[in-house]
C-alpha cells in the first residue's frame, strides 16, 4: 500500500523557515520523482518545485525559487522542502506528490503526472 505523509508545517512569521517532510512507503524514492504542491486559501494547487529520481535535476517556481530547496533522502525514504524567508503569500496546504514511473533524468509540474499523493500540512504565515 503506498501511502506519502506530510509533516513539518506550522504557524511562521514572516522571515522564517520551516522544513516539511514527506515520508514515503509502498514504492521505493530511488526511482521516483517527488514534487511539492500547494493550494493558498481560496486558490487553485499550484506546483512548487520537483527533483527526479536521479536527485541531479530539480526545478522551482519562479515564486519560491532562492527561498526554497528540495531535497530527499532515499535511505530513509523521505523527501523535504527547506522553506526559509517565508512571506505571507506561502500561506498554503502543501501536498508532497510522487512518480514511481517517471524518467530518471526529469521531473514534471503538472500535477497529473503523480500518481500518488500526500494529505498535506498546513502552513500559515502570521503577521
Known amino acids: 500500500q503506498v501511502e506519502l505523509v506530510e509533516s513539518g508545517g506550522g504557524l511562521v512569521q514572516p522571515g522564517g523557515s520551516l522544513r516539511l517532510s514527506c515520508v514515503v512507503s509502498?514504492?521505493?524514492?530511488?526511482?521516483?520523482?517527488i514534487a511539492w504542491f500547494r493550494q493558498p486559501p481560496g486558490k487553485e494547487r499550484e506546483w512548487v518545485s520537483c527533483?527526479?529520481?536521479?536527485?541531479?535535476?530539480?526545478y522551482y517556481a519562479d515564486s519560491v525559487k532562492g527561498r526554497f530547496t528540495i531535497s530527499r533522502d532515499n535511505a530513509e525514504n523521505t523527501a523535504y522542502l527547506q522553506m526559509n524567508s517565508l512571506k505571507p503569500e506561502d500561506t498554503a496546504v502543501y501536498y508532497c506528490?510522487?512518480?514511481?514511473?517517471?524518467?530518471?533524468?526529469?521531473?514534471?509540474?503538472?500535477?497529473?503526472?503523480?500518481?500518488?499523493w500526500g494529505q498535506g500540512t498546513q502552513v500559515t504565515l502570521s503577521s
Open positions: 506528490a510522487g512518480d514511481p514511473s517517471s524518467d530518471y533524468e526529469s521531473c514534471a509540474p503538472q500535477s497529473d503526472n503523480y500518481k500518488y
Open positions: 509502498g514504492f521505493t524514492l530511488d526511482y521516483a520523482s
Open positions: 527533483t527526479a529520481a536521479s536527485d541531479q535535476v530539480t
